[in-house]
């Protein structure tokens, strides 16, 4: 999958949650860029006793807090 800048003025922004299974344990979070490719904001969480849609739901939480 290719990166593809958002139109100047806008910030693009990734999240991902993910989890490994024997532990339910993991991590959620979010990168925000500009339309020159530059970070704007990053953001990671640990998670604990957790499943994959969860940790989802937690890393696209993080981007309204």
């Known amino acids: 999958m290719v990166w593809r800048a958002p139109p100047p003025g806008w ?3 990734k ?3 993910s989890v490994f299974p024997a532990a339910r344990r993991g991590g959620a979070g ?3 860029r500009d339309h020159d490719g530059k970070l704007t904001l990053a953001v990671t969480v640990s998670l604990w006793k957790v499943l ?3 940790a989802e739901i937690i890393a696209a939480w993080n ?3």
């Open 11 to 13: 910030i693009k922004v």
């Open 63 to 65: 981007l309204f807090e």
């Open 52 to 54: 994959v849609p969860l």
């Open 30 to 32: 979010f990168v925000a």
């Open 15 to 17: 999240f991902d949650g």
